[in-house]
């Protein structure tokens, strides 16, 4: 085999090769959809830090899924106190990842909330009471309980 007839094939061969791998990267789907969350946060009106509609939502719609820490109560303390969901019974306290903790209260919420068991682990499934407008605070309900053990009044 002459050097040029070898030199042709190599320059084909890579040429081919560098084809494939710039197709291949052009029309490979997405191996992970794309997220979007439908919560913002923002300078709340109410009180310091809120979580704001990203977006329009449905009635029904789940806002977030926030993977959740179980503790005991007497784990909690300080200022954390403020920020955590009760649990399945008295003792337990729910340390929220994502965007939970930072929903203020209202009487009339505009979201709710449960716990779901996943593969995964406990999630605080947030979801809309009614149809939620783009940038609209999000709010739920605290619970009376959580206003009477800090001696407030609710708001």
Not at 72 to 97: A, H, P
Not at 151 to 155: G, R, S
């Given at each position: 085999?002459?050097?040029?007839?070898?030199?042709?094939?190599?320059?084909?061969?890579c040429?081919?090769?560098?084809?494939?791998?710039?197709?291949?990267?052009?029309?490979?789907?997405?191996?992970?959809?794309?997220?979007?969350?439908?919560?913002?946060?923002?300078?709340?009106?109410?009180?310091?830090?809120?979580?704001?509609?990203?977006h329009?939502?449905s009635?029904?719609?789940?806002?977030?899924?926030?993977?959740?820490?179980?503790?005991?109560?007497?784990?909690?303390?300080?200022?954390?106190?403020?920020?955590?969901?009760?649990?399945?019974?008295?003792?337990?306290?729910?340390?929220?990842?994502?965007?939970?903790?930072?929903?203020?209260?209202?009487?009339?919420?505009?979201v709710?909330?449960?716990?779901?068991?996943?593969?995964?682990?406990?999630?605080?499934?947030?979801?809309?009471?009614?149809?939620?407008?783009?940038?609209?605070?999000?709010?739920?309900n605290?619970?009376?309980?959580?206003?009477?053990?800090r001696?407030?009044?609710?708001?």
């Open positions: 085999m002459e050097p040029s007839f070898f030199a042709l094939l190599v320059l084909i061969f040429a081919g090769a560098g084809l494939g791998i710039a197709l291949s990267r052009k029309f490979r789907p997405d191996t992970e959809p794309a997220y979007e969350t439908a919560v913002r946060t923002g300078k709340s009106n109410i009180s310091g830090r809120g979580a704001f509609a990203a329009d939502i009635q029904g719609d789940i806002v977030e899924r926030c993977p959740v820490l179980e503790l005991d109560q007497d784990d909690i303390g300080g200022e954390l106190l403020n920020y955590v969901f009760y649990g399945n019974d008295e003792t337990k306290r729910l340390v929220t990842m994502g965007n939970g903790m930072l929903f203020n209260h209202s009487s009339f919420p505009n709710a909330y449960y716990l779901e068991d996943t593969p995964l682990g406990p999630e605080l499934v947030i979801y809309a009471l009614r149809d939620i407008r783009k940038d609209e605070e999000l709010f739920y605290y619970g009376n309980e959580w206003w009477s053990t001696a407030i009044e609710a708001q």
